[in-house]
Structure formats: structure tokens, C-alpha cells
């Protein structure tokens, strides 16, 4: 006897084969979703909207600056994913995102402020801000504010938790907001510059008026840096709050919110890219900080322009080129990477992560060059030095040094897409697709 199967029939076992494949594929993605923790970011508490207002209007201020010409907004532009779209930030002097003669030149690439809160512990790429919880104290490069008795315990028995500490230093640095040779800079010491900060903004009618809306039952003569550090926070985590991208809709149980090839990113993310090491949670990071062997561009802090990380503020020889790991969230749109601006694209640094430590002897800045150099004056410096090269290998995480982060074509296109489409907020995905 023979058998006859129709093409309707065979339509419909095709399909059903497709059915299962894509069951087990999110059975998988469960199975790493709880493994990895991974979740959407919440805010953990409610947007107080009279402090939001006034964290809103000193965030765009640049009366906050020593001279009065910048203000947190110059290098977290909304219109550029909360940060300023540069391998390396202009600080004081910039003008239209441009160097000039009298622009202050950053060692670092500026961070997107998607998602952060106060209940984050670390802020800085050194992590040079720091709030203990446990023990409420705070690790800053500011000695009254630290240990378990501060000096300027006025300051920090208002502040809210580290970002709302990461505020104050901005302010004081010469290169960023502070400038030099005006009358808060020509001050002697951190409190003395705060004080006279606090005191220009309260001088204003203006933010007088809001800064007594966001603390009614506060007398204007007990306002301090603190509180309107608190009101920067607060702006900070809910005008930049990033939870609605199509991962997050599969997240709340819409199974079709990502495409087959979308899930399959996310696999190949966590078994053939290995980049869930270091890339989990509800914020695709686990707030540590690694030693990549990125190259390093622009002036360092030492004779050799050298960056040496968080061993600048540990001192511990395992902390020896290590930064701390950003979050993927929005990532396709805050190019360029790494903590100083290296690479121009999510395609170059995953050739960079299977390259291992050959990628830092190879390392070309053309195209970093090429995209961004008509906003400096001249091209920016690259340690090329074969010591300090060597010294960054040595010390670089396991899975670069040993060049075990191996992808196919297939896996790093599929990476790319979870990357780019999968985490960018719906807001935002016009800009990027």
C-alpha cells in the first residue's frame, strides 16, 4: 500500500516542528533568566516631582560650573543616550561639542546614565565614589566625607547613596565643571567649594523658589550641596530610567516580543560569547570591574599618560587596569566603547573580545579618528608603549587572555542583533533602526 501525504500535510508538520523548536527555545531563555537574574529595572521609589524639578533645573545649569559656561547636561545629552556621543569628554571651556584652545580635554569616555539609582554602590569608572549600606558610610576622593565619622557630616547625613555623592565631584573637578581662576576654585577646601556653591544657586530667586518647593519643611539656611546633590539623583533615575525595550516585554510574558533569531542572540550571548560573566542581571551588568585590555586613548594621570583604573584608588596591584563594567542596556546607542572611547562600533568590540590580547597590539584608531578628530584640536594620544602594553595583558581577565571567547560569523551577527534590537528601549529605537 502506498501512502500519499498532501502538501497541506506537510505544511503542517513543518510547522508544528517549528512549534516545538521554538518551545525549547524559551524554555532555554527561562532557564537563563533565572540563572542570571536577569529582570526590568524599577525605580525603587516614586518620582518626587518637586525635587525632580529642581534636580531637572541644576542638571541644565551651568551655574553650578566655577565659571558659569557648563552644566551636567553638556556631557548627558538626552539627544546623545544620556552621555555626548565622544570617544573622550570636553569638559570646561567647550564649546558646541568642539575643542578649543581654552577646552579642558577628560581622560575618559563619559558614561550613559541609563538606570542609575541611589542603590547602586559604586559610581566613576575607578569607582572612586563609593556608599557602604551596611555600615552607611562613603569611600570618596573627599576625606570629610568618608569613614564612620566625617568631617562634613552635614553633607552626608543628608546624602541619599552613592549617586547622589558622584554629584559632588563634577563640580570640583578643575578639568570638568570647576574650572580655575574664578571664586569658587581660588577656595581652599572641598567644603568651602561646596558651601559657595550651594550658596549661588540659593542666591538665585529662582532656584530659590524651587529648592523651597522640593523642601518644604527645610529652612533655606540649612540647605546645603547635599540637598541639591539628592535633587540631581533624582532627576537622574527617573528622567533616564530604560524598561521597555522588546526584552523586557518577553520578560513580562509576551513571547512573540522577540524574534526566533533575537532569542537566539541571547543563547549564543550566553554560552558561545561568555559575555554573561561579566553582562547579568536586570541592568546586563554585575557592577564589577575587569581589566579587558583595552587600548588606551587620550592623556592618562601619570608621566607615561598612563591609566591604571581602580588600582588609583585600591592601590592593590589585582586591580591594575580594571574599570568598571557598564551596563548593555541602550548599549547600540552610546557608541563609542570602553572607558576611553576606543571603539566605534558593537561590531569592533566583539572583534576586540575574540581577538584577545592580540587586539591591543593590533589596535588601529583610524576609524575613531576618522569619525570623531573634527571635534578635537589635534589627534588623540594612543599608548602604543610595548611595556605598558605588556603589563595590561598580563593582568587582563582570563577569558581575553586566553582567547577563549570564540564566535562564528553566524554567533556575532546573532550577538549584534540581541545587542542592538533586543535591549534598546522602543523609545528610543528610531534612532538606532
Not at 65 to 79: D, M, R
Not at 219 to 248: G, M, P, Q, V
Not at 250 to 258: E, H, N, Q, R, V
Not at 336 to 357: C, K, M, N, Q, R
Request: hydrophobic residues 35%; neutral net charge; glycine residues 6%.
Amino acid at each position: 500500500m502506498k501512502y500519499f501525504i498532501t502538501i497541506p500535510t506537510i505544511l503542517v508538520l513543518l510547522f508544528a516542528s517549528a512549534a516545538v523548536s521554538a518551545d525549547a527555545l524559551d524554555q532555554k531563555l527561562r532557564q537563563y533568566i533565572k540563572a542570571f537574574n536577569f529582570g526590568t529595572p524599577k525605580p525603587t521609589k516614586a518620582k518626587r516631582e518637586d525635587l525632580y524639578n529642581l534636580g531637572k533645573a541644576l542638571f541644565e545649569s551651568p551655574l553650578l560650573s566655577g565659571n558659569k559656561n557648563i552644566s551636567c547636561l553638556s556631557c548627558h545629552a538626552p539627544e546623545y543616550a544620556s552621555a555626548d556621543g565622544l570617544p573622550l569628554a570636553l569638559g570646561e571651556g567647550s564649546q558646541e561639542r568642539k575643542q578649543t584652545k581654552s577646552t579642558q580635554l577628560i581622560s575618559r569616555h563619559t558614561p550613559a546614565l541609563f538606570n542609575v539609582s541611589n542603590q547602586m554602590e559604586f559610581f566613576f569608572w575607578d569607582g572612586r565614589v563609593r556608599f557602604h549600606k551596611r555600615f552607611f558610610e562613603y569611600e570618596t576622593p573627599s576625606e570629610v566625607l568618608n569613614g564612620e565619622y566625617p568631617e562634613a557630616w552635614e553633607i552626608t547625613e543628608v546624602l541619599e547613596g552613592a549617586l547622589s555623592a558622584q554629584a559632588l565631584f563634577p563640580l570640583l573637578d578643575a578639568k570638568e565643571m570647576m574650572g580655575t581662576n574664578n571664586e569658587i576654585s581660588n577656595l581652599k577646601s572641598d567644603q568651602e567649594k561646596w558651601n559657595a556653591i550651594a550658596q549661588r544657586v540659593l542666591n538665585n530667586r529662582e532656584f530659590a523658589k524651587l529648592v523651597t518647593s522640593a523642601f518644604p519643611k527645610t529652612d533655606l539656611s540649612s540647605i546645603t550641596i547635599a540637598h541639591l546633590a539628592n535633587a540631581i539623583a533624582e532627576y537622574e533615575t527617573h528622567k533616564f530610567i530604560s524598561n521597555k525595550s522588546s526584552w523586557d516585554k518577553y520578560l513580562a510574558g509576551d513571547k512573540a516580543a522577540l524574534s526566533r533569531d533575537e532569542k537566539r542572540g541571547l543563547v549564543a550571548f550566553v554560552e558561545k560569547g561568555k559575555c554573561v560573566t561579566c553582562h547579568n542581571g536586570p541592568l546586563f551588568t554585575n557592577h564589577s570591574f575587569q581589566n579587558l585590555a583595552a587600548p588606551q586613548m587620550g592623556e592618562g594621570f601619570d608621566i607615561h599618560k598612563n591609566d591604571e583604573g581602580r588600582f588609583y584608588v585600591t592601590k592593590k596591584r589585582e586591580d591594575l587596569y580594571r574599570f568598571k563594567v557598564p551596563s548593555l542596556r541602550n548599549v547600540a546607542l552610546t557608541a563609542p566603547y570602553f572607558h576611553s572611547g576606543v571603539y566605534a562600533s558593537l561590531e569592533d568590540v566583539i572583534e576586540h573580545y575574540t581577538g584577545g590580547t592580540q587586539s591591543l597590539d593590533q589596535y588601529n584608531p583610524s576609524s575613531i579618528f576618522q569619525k570623531y578628530g573634527a571635534h578635537y584640536l589635534r589627534e588623540l594620544f594612543v599608548e602604543t608603549g610595548e611595556y605598558r602594553l605588556f603589563r595590561k595583558k598580563e593582568d587582563a581577565h582570563p577569558l581575553i587572555k586566553g582567547k577563549q571567547i570564540r564566535l562564528s560569523s553566524e554567533d556575532k551577527r546573532l550577538i549584534l542583533l540581541f545587542l542592538k534590537k533586543s535591549l534598546t528601549d522602543i523609545n528610543l529605537n528610531e534612532e538606532l533602526l
